[in-house]
């Protein structure tokens, strides 16, 4: 094979964001919008990684790790160093995930070019592989990041997800549900945010502690609550859950004033998604109500979707 196309989704956390990366259980799903890699084989040595997004490209190796490409180039190299094989590689990036808002497009990215590098050279590694690697990656980009990211654009769906058991697909039925997420326009940095969290946490470890057990358990009671189709124990949740995060510092008034515009217009729950400080925030509905709300957003937010619940993970779209 020469060369592979392959897509990964983003993801949106329901629960638990920040709490898992102290080992709580969090649940996320995975959002249509995907991010797609294109990878062929060369001659040449060298890796060059085009960015459509960005409009950016570069040849690595140069040992440049703030260059926003150098993640790709990292994705791609451990992969082939995985499989064992020394190539020189084209690789063309488009995405449909807004960076920086909590959606995980860079671990999708991290996702989708490891499974192309792999199949442009014939190999078709399994998931857990895949997520491995992109892991690696997303350490990259921020140094201490849980693995929720990378799992949910491997495996797709929706899972409840805990750093040191892994995660479980969850049955749920999310058919009588959509998500509206609208932007706060303030960009954000995850591993920035995780510190900052990490820091107010230690300064007040007695009464961060049981801020953090809470999280944990109300994950617990939102997956058994999306098993069994209440949605709107799961919306109750959510905003549980939101409380705990501006409890911890990752609110502002403008991701506040999106929680709330969402909930005075029928939505059944609205939270921060991802690591807050700005990003977007997610609103379940039942369906049927999701462009009322979208609506309303729109009216606060320059960028409002509407996204469907539980799609494929990582695939490989075409080869050759
Ligand atoms: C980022 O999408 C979610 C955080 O919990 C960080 C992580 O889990 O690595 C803030």
């Given at each position: 094979?020469?060369?592979?196309?392959?897509?990964?989704?983003?993801?949106?956390?329901l629960f638990g964001?920040?709490?898992?990366?102290?080992?709580?259980p969090?649940i996320?799903?995975?959002?249509?919008?995907?991010?797609?890699?294109?990878?062929?084989?060369?001659?040449?040595?060298?890796?060059?990684?085009?960015?459509?997004?960005?409009?950016?490209?570069?040849?690595?190796?140069?040992?440049?790790?703030?260059?926003?490409?150098?993640?790709?180039?990292?994705?791609?190299?451990?992969?082939?160093?995985?499989?064992?094989?020394?190539?020189?590689?084209?690789?063309?990036?488009?995405?449909?995930?807004?960076?920086?808002?909590?959606?995980?497009?860079?671990?999708?990215?991290?996702?989708?070019?490891?499974?192309?590098?792999?199949?442009?050279?014939?190999?078709?590694?399994?998931?857990?592989?895949?997520?491995?690697?992109?892991?690696?990656?997303?350490?990259?980009?921020?140094?201490?990041?849980?693995?929720?990211?990378?799992?949910?654009?491997?495996?797709?769906?929706?899972?409840a997800?805990?750093?040191?058991?892994?995660?479980?697909?969850?049955?749920?039925?999310?058919?009588?549900?959509?998500?509206?997420?609208?932007?706060?326009?303030?960009?954000?940095?995850?591993?920035?945010?995780?510190?900052?969290?990490?820091?107010?946490?230690?300064?007040?470890?007695?009464?961060?502690?049981?801020?953090?057990?809470?999280?944990?358990r109300l994950a617990v009671e939102a997956a058994k609550m999306m098993?069994?189709?209440?949605?709107?124990a799961v919306?109750e949740l959510m905003?549980i859950n939101?409380?705990?995060?501006?409890?911890?510092?990752?609110?502002?008034?403008?991701?506040?004033?999106?929680?709330?515009?969402?909930?005075?217009?029928?939505?059944?729950?609205?939270?921060?998604?991802?690591?807050?400080?700005?990003?977007?925030?997610?609103?379940?509905?039942?369906?049927?109500?999701?462009?009322?709300?979208?609506?309303?957003?729109?009216?606060?937010?320059?960028?409002?979707?509407?996204?469907?619940?539980?799609?494929?993970?990582?695939?490989?779209?075409?080869?050759?």
């Amino acid at each position: 094979m020469v060369w592979a196309k392959a897509s990964a989704p983003g993801k949106v956390i329901l629960f638990g964001e920040h709490f898992v990366v102290e080992d709580q259980p969090a649940i996320a799903i995975a959002l249509n919008l995907r991010a797609r890699v294109y990878a062929e084989v060369r001659e040449k040595e060298g890796i060059e990684v085009y960015s459509k997004n960005l409009s950016l490209r570069e040849v690595f190796p140069k040992e440049d790790p703030k260059s926003p490409l150098y993640p790709i180039y990292y994705a791609a190299k451990s992969t082939l160093s995985f499989i064992g094989k020394e190539k020189g590689l084209y690789i063309e990036v488009d995405s449909e995930i807004p960076p920086a808002s909590g959606m995980g497009s860079s671990a999708a990215v991290a996702v989708a070019t490891v499974a192309a590098v792999a199949a442009s050279l014939g190999f078709k590694l399994d998931r857990e592989d895949i997520s491995m690697l992109a892991y690696r990656a997303e350490k990259i980009v921020h140094g201490k990041p849980s693995g929720i990211d990378n799992t949910i654009s491997t495996y797709g769906g929706a899972i409840a997800y805990r750093k040191s058991e892994g995660f479980l697909q969850l049955e749920a039925d999310f058919s009588p549900v959509m998500l509206v997420l609208a932007d706060s326009g303030i960009p954000r940095n995850t591993g920035i945010m995780v510190a900052k969290v990490q820091e107010l946490r230690k300064k007040y470890q007695k009464i961060m502690d049981p801020l953090y057990y809470a999280a944990g358990r109300l994950a617990v009671e939102a997956a058994k609550m999306m098993e069994r189709g209440d949605f709107e124990a799961v919306g109750e949740l959510m905003m549980i859950n939101h409380g705990l995060l501006s409890a911890i510092g990752v609110s502002n008034m403008k991701l506040e004033e999106l929680v709330y515009t969402a909930r005075k217009v029928g939505a059944l729950g609205a939270k921060i998604t991802g690591a807050g400080g700005g990003g977007f925030i997610v609103a379940l509905c039942r369906r049927g109500e999701e462009k009322k709300v979208a609506k309303e957003l729109e009216k606060v937010s320059e960028r409002v979707f509407i996204s469907d619940i539980s799609v494929e993970g990582v695939i490989i779209e075409d080869f050759s």
